[in-house]
């Protein structure tokens, strides 16, 4: 008949069972301490779909990973797949204990809600520390994509600018009006409707991808493209540019006020706030210049 544990032995218990778990912990991120955890890479989306149709496909002890991909920490806790990973980690903290237990006989083994409990909350305490991170990311992010943004509003409204003044001293009426367009283009879409890029390669060379901005016209992108292999020279940095690819994916981004409905994309536009087809075939025509 099994004894009854004491206070302190109950104490020792779970501190041998926190170094254990620990441990566990530590070999199967391969992390030099628990410290480092919250830092390394998260599992992939891709990963993560395969776990949503195959559970079997969860995480393993081999090179583990975190779900970091929630809105906030409450849901990055609950998310299945770190859910999954806190059990593997308990069932095999336990199966431990409980072998060192048969073989020395020496303490009480803990329950199977005490190991979930303590693996969690070390779990838990990763993900606040990596949450943590992610918001610092995202804000460093976010400014950095805000002065891209601005840097390209600003350099167009520079082109622009010089464009228009050598058709006026060049006695190019409708160059003059056509660089007007643009410089008015580009300040009533300001900030928010300059495209936004991301980090790819393309044939082992890296490369910039530029995503399209959903509530402006497509034609657009068309026309500041133009716009942006313009060499200047005057008023421009010398700033050498990485090769831009266009691709089809969609930023979503609020949208300004004030901008003209017949600059919106189809999908923004109000159906109670129609375009006059006369309005439609002049921007058309100002597009095409």
């Known amino acids: 008949m099994p004894r009854n544990t004491t206070p302190g032995e109950k104490h020792s218990t779970k501190k041998v069972a926190g170094d254990l778990v620990r441990e566990i912990i530590r070999k199967s991120f ?18 993560l779909h395969h776990f949503r149709t195959c559970p079997e496909q969860g995480p393993t002890l081999s090179n583990a990973k975190l779900d970091t991909s929630g809105k906030n920490l409450s849901e990055i806790k609950q998310s299945p797949w770190n859910q999954a990973l806190i059990y593997r980690i308990a069932r095999q903290a336990e199966s431990v204990a409980q072998n060192t237990h048969s073989r020395s006989g020496s303490k009480e083994p803990l329950q199977q809600s005490e190991w979930d409990k303590l693996v969690a909350d070390k779990i838990y305490r990763i993900l606040r520390k990596a949450c943590s991170h992610k918001r610092t990311d995202d804000t460093y992010l ?59 390669e393309e044939n082992g060379e890296k490369v910039k991808s530029v ?72 921007l058309e025509a100002d597009l095409a210049r």
Request: with cysteine; charged share 30%; proline share 4%.
């Open 211 to 282: 995503l399209d901005v959903g509530f402006r016209r497509p034609e657009f992108r068309t026309l500041f493209r133009s716009v942006d292999i313009r060499h200047v020279a005057k008023g421009q940095g010398g700033r050498k540019l990485q090769r831009r690819v266009e691709v089809s994916k969609m930023v979503e981004r609020q949208l300004p006020r004030n901008i003209p409905c017949v600059f919106l994309s189809p999908g923004f536009q109000s159906s109670s706030n129609a375009i006059p087809q006369e309005a439609i075939i002049q």
């Open 142 to 200: 976010a400014k950095h994509s805000r002065s891209l943004r601005d840097w390209k509003m600003t350099r167009r409204q520079t082109i622009a600018t010089i464009e228009q003044q050598d058709c006026k001293d060049n006695g190019d009426i409708e160059g003059y009006e056509c660089w007007g367009f643009i410089l008015y283009a580009v300040t009533v879409f300001g900030i928010d409707g300059m495209s936004d890029e991301e980090d790819d």
């Open 30 to 47: 391969a992390a030099t301490s628990l410290e480092h955890i919250s830092e390394l890479e998260p599992v992939s989306a891709d990963t």
